[in-house]
């Protein structure tokens, strides 16, 4: 497994009034959330990257306003036309 590390200012978790340990764990979860969101990673591969189980990630990225439903819309449409079909036939 590879490590990433990324400098920040000592101050920064104190201004934020948070811990180091709490500070590192919720900017694991803001990077999880964002590539979730841009449909990068899904929800499991988010909540490995983020160091919690699946539910938990799914239930933390509303802080982000992220969905946990990531359909592409053109399968939304393709769903909702389906449906208009087979309510037509009766």
Known sequence: MNTLSIEYPDSLPESLHMSVREFEHEARLAMA??????GRLT???????????KVHFLYEIGRW????????EEEIEQDLEVARQLHDRR
């Open 43 to 53: 929800s499991g591969q988010a909540a490995d990257l983020a160091g919690v189980p």
């Open 33 to 38: 959330a964002k590539l979730f969101d841009q």
């Open 65 to 72: 306003s992220v969905s946990s439903l990531q359909t592409p």
